[in-house]
């Protein structure tokens, strides 16, 4: 159980377009989800806690307007890179907290961003 | 302040050896979680174990195991005879909740553990 999905897990775009990235919890509910970045060779770094119903909470220094992020139901949340720059790309990776068992992230396969 | 420090970047051992990756934490909360993750060079993050505060028994699951030893505030991870399977970055994290007011996690800077055959 707890498994988390990522769709794609890789894409290619060009300078200026959108991307959007799907994060499922497939089997069980998510009440809250969480979006990372990472660079290569270095750690996760939280972008913003989604909490489903509800406006995401974005962390310092991650601009609200390039990356949205929805959580509309207790499985699915969304996030979208807007405009999309090569310094964008960059491997997104989200994790779920399951309702119930709260202290516990489950993560997605992440989604390699590459922007040229 | 950083509130997970792996202080080892990388170690590479040879097939069977034993290893063991630090993990020292910092908060004021007297209840918080302790994770360990697994990260393979296909890059999703594996779970390894969850720990809370109150809970200072020492794990084993396997060829691994944990120590966590509050007084030091370190959480401690050993993989016994090591395989090349193992070679990944490993991930300590903590949850404080009633510090940051949610589950969020912070992670330390990650080991990369190399297995030579």
């Known amino acids: 159980g707890a498994v988390v999905s990522q769709h794609p897990s890789r894409v290619i775009c060009k300078s200026g377009t959108s991307v959007k990235i799907e994060c499922r919890s497939l089997?069980?509910?998510?009440?809250?989800m969480f979006w990372y970045r990472q660079f290569p060779k270095q750690s996760l770094m939280l972008m913003a806690t989604?909490?489903?119903?509800?406006?995401?909470?974005?962390e310092q220094g991650v601009e609200k307007d390039k990356f949205l992020i929805n959580h509309a139901s207790l499985t699915l949340s969304t996030l979208t890179v807007t405009s999309a720059h090569p310094e964008d790309s960059s491997f997104y990776i989200c994790?779920?907290?399951?309702?119930?068992?709260?202290?516990?992230?489950?993560f997605g396969p992440g989604t390699r961003l590459t922007v040229l | 302040a950083q509130k997970v420090t792996q202080a080892q970047t990388e170690i590479s051992v040879v097939e069977k050896e034993d290893v063991t990756l630090d993990c020292v934490y910092e908060?004021?909360?007297?209840?918080?979680?302790l994770f360990w993750y697994k990260q393979p060079p296909s890059g999703e993050l594996v779970f390894l174990i969850r720990?809370?505060?109150?809970?200072?028994q020492n794990e084993i699951s396997g060829r691994y195991s944990w120590n966590f030893q509050k007084s030091t505030s370190s959480f401690n991870f050993t993989i016994t005879a090591s395989q090349v399977v193992d070679s990944a970055v490993y991930f300590c994290?903590?949850?404080?909740?009633?510090?940051?007011?949610?589950?969020?996690?912070?992670f330390g800077a990650g080991t990369t553990v190399t297995v030579r055959a």
């Open positions: 089997d069980f509910q998510a009440t809250t």
């Open positions: 989604s909490n489903e119903g509800s406006k995401a909470t974005y």
């Open positions: 720990r809370n505060s109150f809970d200072e």
């Open positions: 994290a903590l949850s404080d909740p009633w510090t940051t007011n949610d589950y969020k996690l912070s």
């Open positions: 994790s779920a907290r399951r309702t119930g068992f709260s202290d516990t992230q489950y």
């Open positions: 908060t004021r909360d007297t209840t918080y979680y």
